[in-house]
């Protein structure tokens, strides 16, 4: 099947909502691929010049840019960086807030064949010295406040940066990127090939340092349709995702989802999430498909959702599991039921609930049609129905699949991921009687205790159902005779007062709703929990502040014990 003729193949699908025969696609690498000159230009600039390809919005400011328009920036962006000597396969290092050179950036980068690097405005210039050490850029993409950091990530490390470009303002050593008004608004795509490098992720760290994903110019496009056919979006959608460039979510939902169909994307650019101001926002501007993490949607479902007249039609929730509770809120509020979904970094949408089809609250749904996913046990043999295992793929490098092509310079990690003919994703899992895949934790997250293992998002899910709990993040606290108790940090909703009445209570509430293994045998209110800059828990820094407490047999402030400790 032709490249251009699956990825209408999958918008009717959509549209129509019939998406059996989606397992049927059998996708061939072409001998060349690029998908803004195959996919889209032809499908959308060609088609339909004048539709909206992207509304962008900062306070009161908004922009709206055509799909011609857009297309003519891109191509202008491009001409900028062959004037200056950057060829196909350089790389592009881009730190930018949510403003449109990130939209324009991209398709200008993957028409070049230039791999684009990608970095979170958060990142500081220690972080810079670890990428530029690791994989040094041709060209840097900055605003004026992230510009001061590669320039002294740049000094640090040595090398020297060909060409910098910079958003606002001017700077010695950058060239504006005003310069492009003055280049042609037409360009010549480059030839890639499918398995060129496209982008390179580096990810968010929630164990470890950060890894290099690379991902390849037809995998990860292509890959990205099991995204567009879960989020549901059609053309004509005004589609939104709270995600911030810099992260792979960004080009999954903000990027890749949307323009894979030719729906129009909402850049809503904000200098801190208020969720009344957000919530305006969508009702205002008649978002139709909407996408957000978890950490996101707890925040937005303590407002009075009732009171807004939403144009939603179809809800997704991606970053981390969705807890049922949230399904419940937002359903009753809106109408709308958000629908989960799995995907990792190294990946698109691997296992999802699809729109208009059964869902089953806290279940991640069912593998989409790219993907042959199976759960399997650490030797690669598939487990039985409803024993837990790992999440793993069936891996053939020359099917087409969203799967990344290797972590770079890391032949080790690469050996521990990539075996039996299985890529393994690292999460556990179970699939029930019906194909339906219920996520447990990271394998590092699982919680032996007692002889037994207790996956924290079970527990994390009912603690959170309660009302006075805003978030939580449940890890393995050491202890004498059990290995480990079982601990819950908890950030408790606004106006509740930590106390030993509400540990209590919580105590109580988890022995009425949960197994007594998984009852937590500690609480510690909290006022924050430590995320990645990229939003995820990072339960591996809980679980080294604790081991270490335990040690030292420490007790905390607000740090409350079951009476079975």
Known sequence: MEALELYQRVARAIKEGHFDGLHDLTPVKPKYFNWVTDIFEPLNVEQYPN????LWKYNQQQE??????ISSLSNQFLNLLRKYGIAQHDKIFIQLPLVPPNWYGYLACIKAGIVIIPASTSLETRDLEFRFESVFPQVALADSANAIKIDAAERTVGGRIKLKIITDGTRKGWVS?????????????????????????????????????VHTHYGYPTGHLTTTSWVGVQRGDLHYNISQPGWAKFSWSSFFAPWNVGATILGYHCDRFVPKEQLQTIQDLKVNTFCSPPTSLRMLIQEDLESYNFSLRECVAAGEPLNPEIIEVWKKATGILIRDGYGQTEATALVVNLPGQKVKFGSMGKPTF???VLIADDNGQE???????NICLRHHRDLVTGVFKT?????????SVFKFGLYYTGDKAYKDEEGYLWFVGRDDDVIKASDFRVGPFEVESILLEHPKVLETAVVASPHVLRTNAIKAFVVLASGTEASEALAKELFHYSEAHLSRYKIPRIIEFTEALPKTIS????????RAHEALSKQQKEVRTNEYFHDKY
């Open 51 to 54: 539709d909206n390809a992207l």
């Open 64 to 69: 709206v840019y055509t799909f011609e328009q």
């Open 177 to 213: 990127i005003n310069q492009i008004q003055l280049e042609s608004k037409n360009a010549t795509g480059a030839k890639t090939r499918p398995d060129d490098d496209l982008f390179y992720f580096f990810t968010s760290g929630t164990t470890g340092m950060p890894k290099i994903v």
């Open 370 to 372: 790219m993907y042959d």
């Open 383 to 389: 487990v039985q129905t409803l024993e837990e295992g």
């Open 407 to 415: 972590y770079l310079t890391d032949p080790e990690r690469n050996a």
């Open 535 to 542: 939003g995820k828990i990072r339960r591996v820094e809980l």
